[in-house]
């Protein structure tokens, strides 16, 4: 039985009619075409070429062969061609879907990311509200979200995404400026603008002052964290935001101020228990890690480099 790579050198040969004609088309050497065609007739059995004038005639004996090897040839060739339209992503379509917090700065990239390597490839990505999330997998609306809380439901499949932090945000010309870093008292004690601590993600800014015993007051809340980052710029108080967020906002309007505190959450990558998440999918997901990881980790960021 002759091998693929077997295949493709009769064919090389068929083709070209001369052992260096072959060589040129494989890429290879003429001495290690010539022997392989030694090794291929003795193997067979059967004389495939005749030598004449220089050149290589099939033999008539082998003349149905040949019509085969192509065949196998056009067979590779289509596969090929198949597994090269997988990998462009041709009529294929990523749904994914995110909270606010993570699709405003990180999506973007990771989205940017797999279209570099899948240039084919359709997407969409749906930004949605924690009550909307798990009806988007539940009914196959997208095949992941990612979410910067975790639920318990029994259909959906929970994985650790990325670590995230907390930063506060300050006017300009607040009392904050030139501080190397605030701690959680100092930020209760101001007028807070937030997003509503009933909210899943505005627990996660709340917790900071719950865990160290504080009370606040959000005198203005708003929904998503660039409103909030817009009316601190406008001088209304201090806000709490994570640091992907952030990433995203024109920082030259407000001042980033690492926390004293421990503000470390995890976010998560939800889909439906049981199923498994596409090659693109799959893809994107580990370049939305990185790039929140990298965000996560950029000097500066951190906001508490002893914990």
């Given at each position: ?13 068929m ?92 999506m ?74 605030v701690?959680?008292?100092?930020i ?46 406008e ?32 976010t ?40």
């Open positions: 039985m002759l091998t693929l790579k077997q295949i493709e050198i009769v064919r090389a040969v083709v070209s009619g001369t052992i260096a004609g072959a060589a040129r088309l494989l890429n290879v050497s003429q001495p290690g075409v010539s022997r392989a065609m030694k090794h291929i007739e003795t193997a067979l059995g059967v004389r495939l070429f005749d030598r004449k004038a220089g050149r290589y005639v099939p033999a008539p004996e082998a003349v149905s062969l040949f019509s085969q090897i192509q065949e196998v040839h056009n067979s590779v060739a289509s596969l090929q061609e198949a597994i090269e339209r997988l990998e462009r992503g041709d009529q294929a379509e990523l749904r994914i879907g995110s909270v606010p917090s993570i699709a405003q700065s990180m973007p990239k990771a989205v940017a990311a797999v279209r570099r390597r899948h240039g084919a490839l359709r997407m969409n990505i749906e930004i949605l509200k924690i009550e909307e999330a798990m009806d988007y997998l539940l009914v196959g609306r997208g095949e992941c979200v990612a979410m910067s809380y975790r639920l318990d439901h029994p259909s959906v499949h929970f994985e650790p995404l990325a670590t995230g932090h907390l930063v506060c945000i300050a006017p300009q010309d607040h009392p904050f400026a030139g501080r190397a870093s701690p959680a008292r100092e209760a004690a101001q007028p807070l603008i937030g997003i509503d601590p009933t909210d899943p993600y505005g627990r996660i800014m709340a917790g900071l002052f719950e865990r160290e015993g504080l009370g606040y007051e959000v005198v203005v809340k708003a929904r998503f964290g660039s409103t909030v980052a817009a009316l601190v710029a001088g209304l108080g201090v806000a709490v935001l994570d640091v992907f967020t952030v990433a995203s906002l024109p920082t030259d309007r407000f001042l980033v101020l690492p926390i004293e505190e421990d503000t470390r959450f995890e998560f990558l939800a889909s439906r228990a049981g199923t498994v998440l596409s090659s693109f999918a799959r893809r994107f997901v580990s370049e939305l890690r990185s790039e929140m990881e990298r965000t996560a980790a950029r000097p500066g960021a951190e906001d508490n480099p002893d914990a």
